[in-house]
Nanobody, 125 residues
Framework: QVQLVESGGGLVQAGASLRLSCAAS????????MAWFRQAPGKEREFVTA???????FYADSVKGRFTISRDNAKNTLYLQMNSLKPEDTAVYYC???????????????????WGQGTQVTVSS
């Protein structure tokens, strides 16, 4: 089992950058496929990006080229570097995990077993 705690959200202007962190408990962090999802008010939770082992990454088209996912297995931490933020990036961002190393990480909410509490990102125009 793993517990996830996100941090790093905030209010920024369009064009700015933010880096989200997700601290994971447990000794087997490097055996999990990790992902970021987001949920805007009134909308379904949607896939943003995922990272499997060792460094396979997957991105939603809406963030490709602007967002970068990375992980530090020594620190049990997942990161999301968000650049060139847009108002439409405003959402609660969730860290998620599922055991195992996926050749192609799932983009489905139901594929992930563990979730953080979320961190709010607000981008003003």
């Amino acid at each position: 089992q793993v517990q996830l705690v996100e941090s790093g959200g905030g209010l920024v202007q369009a064009g700015a950058s933010l880096r989200l962190s997700c601290a994971a408990s447990g000794r087997t962090f490097n055996s999990y496929t990790m992902a970021w999802f987001r949920q805007a008010p009134g909308k379904e939770r949607e896939f943003v990006t995922a990272i499997s082992w060792p460094t396979s990454t997957f991105y939603a088209d809406s963030v490709k080229g602007r967002f970068t996912i990375s992980r530090d297995n020594a620190k049990n931490t997942l990161y999301l570097q968000m650049n060139s933020l847009k108002p439409e990036d405003t959402a609660v961002y969730y860290c998620a995990a599922v055991g195992g190393w996926a050749t192609v990480a799932s983009r489905k909410v139901t594929s992930y077993d563990y979730w953080g509490q979320g961190t709010q990102v607000t981008v003003s125009s």
